[in-house]
């Protein structure tokens, strides 16, 4: 849980750097974004590397599924008066449905990006590039794909918010010190991905809208 | 002072619980809250009924016998107390009080408030011991520790073995309980020597007793009496994953 957590984590870093080039100007951003996406295409490194992510998503959930099944067995019978949430944060006690709404997101993200950029048929830019950039950018005119890339993006920070000192504490980091940097440190990851994330679709939905 | 309660009576592990509804008029502000049951069971006892069983030994906050839910939470609301050092002076005139066992597929409810714990003993049992040979008391200061170490080793050992932790869990996991008795032992030169058999068995033995996984909600630590810390638990994965990849 703890490895293919951080490792989606770490994966996060690269695919939100990737992705800030679509807030350059547009024609600059549409050639630069098309051949970025298709340097990745074709590098075989990058290509294992994605192997291995889409086997850590993988991995994730079924973890993720038996720790819901182990949890259900554990627990027994329910409280009939339960007032335990006063400690532990909400999202602690949720990552299991947070992630069910990231992986929900997941699937609407691969289908609509992912399988149209390998599998369906693309226009392709001055470059003679697939153009990945018009695909996205033409999604994002709609109100209701901006709110839900949103929603989905705030669960996974909460998500983070939880994971990443959580993972940490799984792999066995005891120390005090440590802890409370890797604490630190995991809100202002969480933080940042949130922020970086959710510009993206505001910045090209109110750029298209003016 | 007078006080409403809600008791969860369950004639044994089979049969379902219900709350039953009781009134006591003349409760004491000072009273702890077992004492406050004791008043109870006898007026239930002199109208004919049967008293209500919980579980107690100590009454002095060291033994870890006594725990209950006290409204939705292990051992009532104020933090790092047993319930047997609560006080009737934390509620008020005419609350309504709920009590319910604490409840875990590995905590068996015996009758009423009583579970049993013993899951907890055969995790101890499983390794939470220094093997020494018998024979005469060796010289004290022949293994050096110093104080840091003896201090910290003690802060895990302070563990009385109640179970909140379990029951304050979502998970119901016994990971702080488990983790506070390896900790211990690995923090001093005598039971260090075995940190790599003694994590492998207490934990597997953990999982066998079926209890739930850690998430790292830290619910445990805010809920235990003795306030163990959830560091331990680090330590605890740290050992565990060090036995297993590393040594042999
Ligand atoms: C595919 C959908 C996903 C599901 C169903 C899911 C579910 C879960 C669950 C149930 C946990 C364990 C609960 C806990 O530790 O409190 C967890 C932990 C974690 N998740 Fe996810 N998650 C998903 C996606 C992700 C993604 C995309 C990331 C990262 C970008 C991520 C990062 C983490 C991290 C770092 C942990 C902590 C590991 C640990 O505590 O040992 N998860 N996830
Ligand atoms: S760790 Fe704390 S809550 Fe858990 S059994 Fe020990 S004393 Fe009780
Ligand atoms: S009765 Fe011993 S700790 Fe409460």
Redesign the pocket.
């Given at each position: 849980?703890?490895i293919t957590?951080?490792f989606?984590?770490f994966?996060?870093i690269i695919h939100l750097l990737g992705n800030l080039q679509l807030l350059l100007p547009a024609e600059e951003a549409q050639l630069q974004y098309n051949s970025y996406s298709r340097l990745l295409g074709g590098n075989i490194l990058v290509k294992l590397v994605a192997y291995v992510l889409y086997l850590c998503?993988i991995l994730?959930?079924l973890?993720?599924i038996y720790?819901?099944y182990k949890r259900k067995k554990a627990n027994g019978i329910s409280y009939s008066y339960d007032r335990r949430g006063r400690a532990s944060t909400w999202y602690?006690r949720n990552?299991?449905a947070?992630?069910?709404i990231?992986?929900v997101f997941?699937v609407i993200h691969f289908k609509d990006f992912w399988y149209h950029y390998k599998f369906g048929e693309l226009p392709l830019d001055a470059n003679g590039n697939k153009d990945l950039y018009t695909l996205v950018v033409v999604a994002f005119e709609e109100l209701w794909y901006v709110i839900l890339y949103i929603i989905a993006i705030l669960a996974?920070g909460y998500?983070?918010l939880?994971?990443?000192f959580?993972?940490h504490?799984?792999i066995g980091l005891y120390h005090p010190m440590y802890n409370s940097m890797v604490q630190v440190l995991g809100v202002v990851f969480a933080v940042a991905i949130t922020v970086g994330y959710i510009v993206i679709p505001l910045y090209l939905y109110f750029n298209l809208q003016l | 002072m007078k006080i409403n309660l809600k008791i969860w009576r369950q004639r044994d592990s089979q049969s379902k619980g219900e709350f039953k509804e009781y009134h006591l008029d003349e409760v004491s502000r000072d009273m702890s809250f077992l004492e406050m049951l004791d008043t109870l069971n006898i007026k239930l006892i002199k109208q004919g009924e049967n008293p209500v069983e919980f579980d107690h030994d100590c009454r002095e906050g060291i033994c870890g016998q006594c725990g209950v839910m006290i409204n939705g939470i292990a051992h009532g609301p104020l933090k790092n107390t047993t319930t047997c050092q609560l006080h009737m002076r934390s509620f008020n005139d005419g609350d309504t009080i709920y009590v319910e066992p604490f409840k875990a597929a590995a905590f068996p409810i015996v009758r009423d408030l009583k579970v049993n714990r013993s899951a907890l003993d055969h995790i101890i049992a499983a390794g939470g011991y220094v093997s020494v040979d018998t024979g005469q008391a060796p010289e004290a200061n022949s293994i050096p520790v110093t104080f840091e170490q003896a201090e910290s080793a003690f802060d895990a050992a302070a563990c009385i073995g109640c179970g909140a932790c379990v029951a304050s869990c979502k998970n119901s996991s016994a990971a702080l309980f488990t983790s506070a008795k390896i900790s211990h032992l690995a923090q001093l030169p005598q039971g260090d020597k075995e940190t790599s058999t003694r994590v492998i068995s207490m934990v597997n033995q953990m999982d066998e007793e079926g209890f739930g996984h850690c998430?790292?909600?830290e619910a445990c630590q805010v809920e235990c009496p003795e306030d163990i810390s959830v560091l331990n638990i680090a330590r605890m994965n740290y050992e565990y994953n060090r036995a297993r990849v590393v040594k042999k």
């Open positions: 849980m703890a957590g951080l989606l984590s994966f996060l998503i994730h959930t973890d993720a720790l819901s602690s990552m299991m947070l992630g069910i990231i992986f997941l996974l998500h983070l939880h994971g990443v959580s993972a504490r799984t | 998430t790292n909600t």
